[in-house]
């Protein structure tokens, strides 16, 4: 009874283990950090893992290790899951700092320890950003037409000027009542290429805006935005009729002359090729 009852308890453990092992969020292992160019702060970039909530961010003027990082500076941050960088600020200047991450799933659970990377930290004039940042959808384009029951991917780009650097991209659907946080893509000088993914539009007509926000909190004044109509169904477009040539003016009748011209040209052009072949093909 005894010996059934281990082998039981064996093939359980043996069951259950794998989950709590593989519950550990994967660590990141491409973690960089630049100069931001502002007072005491450097960018962090670097891959999300899959399935992360957010992350738990340390720095200290030495290397940094497995053993001694809970006993190092901790960056207070609200940084996305999602998020691909991120600023550091109030850092000592004149100095090296070093810098790891953790990653925390849903769950609670740490990933291991990231690469550790250093930066120099220059002692530089503090600097005053009072310029709001920009943004733009990219797609779809503005006055466009999409289709309803599936989701669309919304893309646009951000940019700053004043001497800071974007810090996020929200999108409006109700001409700037209510707002949604897009999704980094790729950095792009002071900015980034955003995303959002438009879950399953209705059918309807939308304003659509963006806004951008930097690391000073200079929020962009949304533009226009753009308008897209949602359809059950794509309209079909009719292919345009031609002018009867007794109506055409005299530049028309050009235009169209030289564009029969061409059209015997690649037709001739396609014939001769096509006795080449069969000449070749005789001649073996």
């Known amino acids: 009874m005894l010996k059934n009852f281990k082998i039981f308890f064996l093939t359980i453990l043996f069951l259950v283990l794998p989950f709590f092992i593989s519950a550990q969020p994967s660590a990141i292992t491409n973690l960089d950090c630049v100069f931001s160019e502002m007072k005491g702060s450097v960018w962090l970039t670097w891959t999300p893992p899959a399935g992360t909530q957010r992350y738990d961010v340390r720095y200290a003027q030495s290397p940094i290790t497995a053993a001694d990082y809970h006993l190092t500076y901790q960056f207070t941050q609200s940084w996305l899951g999602t998020a691909n960088q991120g600023l550091v600020t109030d850092l000592t200047e004149n100095a090296e700092w070093f810098f790891a991450m953790k990653a925390i799933d849903t769950d609670g659970y740490y990933s291991p320890i990231s690469n550790v990377v250093s930066c120099f930290v220059p002692k530089i004039?503090?600097?005053?950003?009072?310029?709001?940042?920009?943004?733009?959808?990219?797609?779809p384009k503005d006055n466009a037409t999409i289709l309803t029951g599936k989701d669309y991917i919304i893309k646009g780009k951000s940019s700053d000027t004043g001497g800071s650097s974007v810090q996020k991209v929200e999108i409006s659907f109700d001409d700037g009542k209510t707002w949604?946080?897009?999704?980094?893509?790729?950095?792009?000088?002071?900015?980034?290429?955003?995303?959002?993914?438009?879950?399953?539009?209705?059918?309807?007509?939308?304003?659509?805006?963006?806004?951008?926000?930097?690391?000073?909190d200079n929020q962009e004044m949304p533009g226009q935005g753009i308008k897209v109509k949602v359809v059950t169904e794509l309209p079909v477009e009719k292919?345009?009729?031609?002018?009867?040539?007794?109506?055409?003016?005299?530049?028309?009748?050009?235009?169209?002359?030289?564009?029969?011209?061409?059209?015997?040209?690649?037709?001739?052009?396609?014939?001769?090729?096509?006795?080449r072949s069969q000449i070749a093909g005789l001649a073996r």
């Open 239 to 275: 292919p345009p009729v031609e002018k009867p040539i007794s109506q055409m003016s005299v530049i028309e009748l050009k235009a169209k002359i030289a564009e029969i011209q061409q059209q015997i040209i690649q037709l001739l052009t396609q014939l001769i090729q096509l006795l």
């Open 125 to 139: 004039k503090a600097q005053v950003d009072d310029i709001a940042p920009t943004s733009s959808i990219t797609e």
């Open 180 to 216: 949604f946080l897009t999704k980094p893509k790729e950095s792009i000088d002071s900015g980034f290429y955003f995303e959002y993914i438009w879950k399953t539009p209705a059918e309807d007509d939308y304003k659509i805006k963006t806004r951008a926000t930097d690391w000073y």
